[in-house]
T-cell receptor, first 115, second 117 residues
Framework: AQSVTQLGSHVSVSEGALVLLRCNYS??????LFWYVQYPNQGLQLLLK??????LVKGINGFEAEFKKSETSFHLTKPSAHMSDAAEYFC?????????????FGRGTSLIVHP | EAGVVQSPRYKIIEKKQPVAFWCNPI?????LYWYLQNLGQGPELLIR????????DSQLPKDRFSAERLKGVDSTLKIQPAELGDSAVYLC???????????????FGPGTRLTVL
């Protein structure tokens, strides 16, 4: 079974500063990895995903994440935070049997952006 | 393109009462998911449908929860009777699976926030 650990339930940054949200996974086979964002009173929206190939994945809104197998990590970064980035971020992992997948989500990290 | 629609957005009921949530997925999406999201937690899968067939319902508490997806389009999740611990957000998501990679993005609805008093 797969699992996800998101380090830090809250991350606070100043506007314009680097954003780093940490995610470590556990999986017995090569995983598929995802980052979702959830704004207040809304559903989750996919930011980016890693399946195979290039380990540096670029997503929407300037976010990117790097799959590091040796560290079992998939940390999310953005060079310069914007006020509109304040939201809840979820890392998810899945191991697809036969091509269909059910992701396991982490507990989430709340990103706070100060002016 | 319309997104995943859920109703109601908010529901307050007393314990032991029944409650139902409705979800209309994105047109053409053959896979539908119901998730439970407790405060401060990530979503947890309750049930997944491929068309009208429930293919993964191992996490659904079948003594009080039921779901259906008639005609493989919209879906209803029911709780009867509701308990205090059922207070949470119930998310519906849909995806189009079956492509070559088998991997496709899940599109989430805004959720139904249930409060059981």
């Amino acid at each position: 079974a797969q699992s996800v650990t998101q380090l830090g339930s809250h991350v606070s940054v100043s506007e314009g500063a680097l954003v780093l949200l940490r995610c470590n996974y556990s999986s017995s086979v090569p995983p598929y990895l995802f980052w979702y964002v959830q704004y207040p009173n809304q559903g989750l929206q996919l930011l980016l995903k890693y399946t195979t190939g290039a380990t540096l994945v670029k997503g929407i809104n300037g976010f990117e994440a790097e799959f590091k197998k040796s560290e079992t990590s998939f940390h999310l970064t953005k060079p310069s935070a914007h006020m509109s980035d304040a939201a809840e971020y979820f890392c998810a992992v899945s191991v697809p049997p036969g091509g269909s997948y059910i992701p396991t989500f982490g507990r989430g990290t709340s990103l706070i952006v100060h002016p | 393109e319309a997104g995943v629609v859920q109703s109601p957005r908010y529901k307050i009921i007393e314990k032991k009462q029944p409650v139902a949530f409705w979800c209309n997925p994105i047109s053409g999406h053959n896979t539908l998911y119901w998730y439970l999201q407790n405060l401060g937690q990530g979503p947890e899968l309750l049930i997944r449908y491929e068309n009208e067939e429930a293919v993964d319902d191992s996490q659904l508490p079948k003594d009080r929860f039921s779901a259906e997806r008639l005609k493989g389009v919209d879906s209803t999740l029911k709780i009867q009777p509701a308990e205090l611990g059922d207070s949470a957000v119930y998310l519906c998501a849909s995806s189009l699976e079956g492509r070559i990679s088998g991997i496709d993005e899940q599109f989430f609805g805004p959720g139904t926030r249930l409060t059981v008093l």
